[in-house]
């Protein structure tokens, strides 16, 4: 079966600027989860979609960001605008549903200058 | 909230050594625990989960509720291992599901 596909998988921008990374999750996968992953960090979970609606968005910061999973697909996940400390990967992933395995993209490394 | 601590940031055996990366986390409740794995310029995978109670590739790990542990191990390392491990926890006892990540173990196993 086809993987979690991201795009774009890098991305540098000036700060002050807004960028969008996009998601596809495997077919049949309710739920979708957003990471933002620093250098040298763990993943950290910014929001989660069960279907289109949203179960968890606690450590997003709705000032600059938001996010969207239209008919429970795919997903878009926005910044604007863009600060230095946004610099990170970004990573896309999927499961069946909450508590099950996830299923990650490649991730987008985004770099704010 | 929930907490999940790796104190190790970095691990070096010998092969054939046994390896054992260190997972802590802190939830009062029912967790799903996980050790995720990347490989270099590989995507973030699932090696195990403790629900499953399987051994991957010769890893095991067992959730110590008393002391709220769940520590990776293998008796021998082999070079293929090398790699950076992640102990991830979900709750249960939500819809959500929540998942919480540790800063990651980079292990390497040296010829």
């Known amino acids: 079966e086809a993987g979690v596909a991201q795009s774009p998988r890098y991305k540098i921008i000036e700060k002050r600027q807004s960028v969008a990374f996009w998601c596809n999750p495997i077919s049949g996968h309710a739920t979708l989860y957003w990471y933002q992953q620093i250098l040298g960090q763990g993943p950290k979970l910014l929001i989660q979609?069960?279907?289109?609606?949203?179960?968890?968005d606690s450590q997003l910061p709705k000032d600059r960001f938001s996010a969207e999973r239209l008919k429970g697909v795919d997903s878009t996940l926005k910044i604007q605008p863009a600060k230095l400390e946004d610099s990170a990967v970004y990573l896309c992933?999927?499961?069946?549903?909450?508590?099950?395995?996830?299923?990650f993209g490649p991730g987008t490394r985004l770099t704010v200058l | 909230a929930q907490r999940v601590t790796q104190p190790e940031k970095l691990l070096s055996v010998f092969k054939g050594a046994p390896v054992e990366l260190k997972c802590n986390y802190s939830?009062?409740?029912?967790?799903?625990l996980f050790w995720y794995v990347q490989y270099s310029r590989q995507r973030l995978q699932l090696l195990l989960r403790h629900i499953s109670r399987e051994s991957i590739k010769g890893f095991t790990a067992d959730l110590n509720k008393g002391e709220t542990s769940f520590h990776l191990k293998k008796p021998f390392a082999q070079e293929e291992d090398s790699a950076m491990y992640y102990c991830a926890l979900s709750l249960l006892n939500t819809n959500a599901g929540k998942s919480t990540f540790g800063d990651g173990t980079t292990l390497t196993v040296k010829p």
């Open positions: 939830y009062s409740g029912s967790p799903e």
């Open positions: 992933a999927s499961s069946l549903g909450g508590g099950n395995e996830q299923f």
């Open positions: 979609f069960q279907n289109n609606g949203v179960v968890d």
